[in-house]
């Protein structure tokens, strides 16, 4: 194998795969990336067995073939390089790499064992929006739960139905979930369980313009442009009924600016309990009061305007989980609909058509 590629070029397409490398792994060519030099491309791989990303970058291919290199030192490597064009050329599991004046030689393993990627090509594909499958994962991914005694919710749901596709993520506590049209047809109606880091990877690796191109087999996901890809294993199992949760009777109804209100919970949260993070907020005509008591630590009061002409009401919620809310929340203002103090409450984009949810489940309030 022989190839000139430009430095960028290659800090760019190492940036992309190094994250999926495994930090710790009993099998020591998954510390590796597999490069392959064919047709006017170099391709980068790199896998965890659950996750797999390449990604093809434009190279001048004098001789074609593969690779494997330790992905942790050619990246750091790639990074300090001099500005100036990368020649790489490797025989056996000896790999040379010259830049300007500077001469680095590694030493890698047999491209034969390193995994194969899963093969998807024979299961239903169809293309999305790029634009679209980004706001899906980020406003919905941050609520999937980080808790192992419940793998299932470890994952984000994505459910495809006609002409519609949606995600949500719950941790028990809290949940998102967002609608979006699907165009163009093709996709099966299916309910699947998402990894959220493989998301993550889609997220970071695929430009927010065009459309992805995502085809499924029994048990994996793959999503592609033209220039990269990322496969995953998909979360076996049932996903709960989060509909059962969704309040359909909450009648009381408030809007707020959505900076407002975050500035107001951050500021209650200084002094919230480390172990709940409560704060209490009152809903009164045209008033939302807040309200932080923590012993031994002290207490904070804040008022500020809302639209709200219901019942007086007193709830307690989780600030972080808030604040995480609101943080993904579109446009300037928020809707939270609301019922009891010990029922969920929900909150919605104020004025805005996208199809996007958010539910928060109350904290008990001590006396």
């Not at 170099?42 to 291919?61: N, Q, R, Y």
Request: proline content about 6%; some cysteine.
């Amino acid at each position: 194998m022989k190839l000139s590629v430009t430095r960028d070029s290659l800090h760019t397409g190492m940036g992309a795969v190094s994250a999926t490398i495994p930090t710790k792994t009993t099998l020591p060519v998954l510390s590796n990336i597999l490069l392959e030099a064919r047709e006017g491309k170099l391709t980068l791989s790199g896998t965890d067995l659950d996750i797999s990303v390449s990604v093809s970058i434009d190279a001048e291919i004098e001789v074609e073939g593969s690779v494997t290199v330790p992905a942790k030192k050619f990246a750091e490597i790639a990074r300090e390089l001099p500005a100036a064009p990368v020649h790489i050329h490797a025989e056996g599991v000896e790999i040379g790499i010259e830049s300007g004046k500077s001469r680095f030689k590694l030493f890698g393993l047999p491209t034969e064992e390193f995994p194969s990627f899963p093969e998807v090509d024979s299961g239903d594909s169809w293309t999305m929006q790029a634009s679209d499958l980004h706001e899906l994962i980020s406003k919905t991914s941050f609520a999937v739960s980080t808790e192992e005694s419940r793998p299932i919710l470890n994952g984000v749901l994505w459910q495809l139905g006609i002409g519609t596709a949606s995600m949500v993520a719950t941790n028990g506590h809290r949940l998102a979930r967002l609608t979006v049209p699907l165009e163009g047809g093709g996709a099966p109606e299916a309910d699947l369980i998402v990894p959220p880091k493989a998301l993550q990877q889609v997220s970071r690796l695929f430009e927010k313009e065009g459309e992805i191109a995502v085809s499924r087999s029994q048990n994996h996901l793959a999503f592609r442009s033209p220039a990269r890809s990322v496969y995953t294993r998909l979360i076996e199992g049932p996903y709960p009924n989060y509909q059962q949760v969704i309040p359909s009777d909450n009648d009381k109804k408030a809007t707020a600016s959505k900076d407002g209100l975050a500035s107001a919970i951050r500021r209650m949260a200084v002094v919230a309990s480390d172990q709940t993070h409560r704060v209490r907020m009152r809903f009164s005509q045209g008033t939302l009061a807040f309200r932080v008591q923590t012993p031994d630590l002290g207490e904070a009061e804040e008022e500020m305007a809302v639209d709200y002409d219901g019942e007086d009401l007193e709830i307690g919620f989780n600030a972080n989980y808030l604040l995480e809310v609101l943080r993904y929340m579109p446009g300037d203002d928020v809707l939270v609909e609301f019922k009891a103090p010990e029922r969920a409450a929900t909150f919605k984009p104020a004025g805005e058509e996208l199809d996007y949810l958010c539910l928060v489940m109350p904290l008990r309030l001590l006396d």
